[in-house]
């Protein structure tokens, strides 16, 4: 690295976009992938929808035990 840099003729805020929301990837486990997997081969549906109706489903079980 340089001791020093010229930022001189930069231009601040040039990427910056409001109200963005960036989707991150999650990474599953090998034995959570192998079980969202095949759920989504028996149901024909692709892995996002799975684990997203997995999820719903849990919160929907935790509003009812609180």
Known sequence: MKKEYDFSKGERGKFYRQNVRIHLPIYLDEQSLEF??????????????????????????AKTLT
């Open 36 to 61: 969202v997997e095949k759920i989504a081969k028996k149901k024909k549906a692709d892995l996002t929808s799975v684990v997203n109706d997995i999820i719903k489903g849990d919160k929907e079980l």
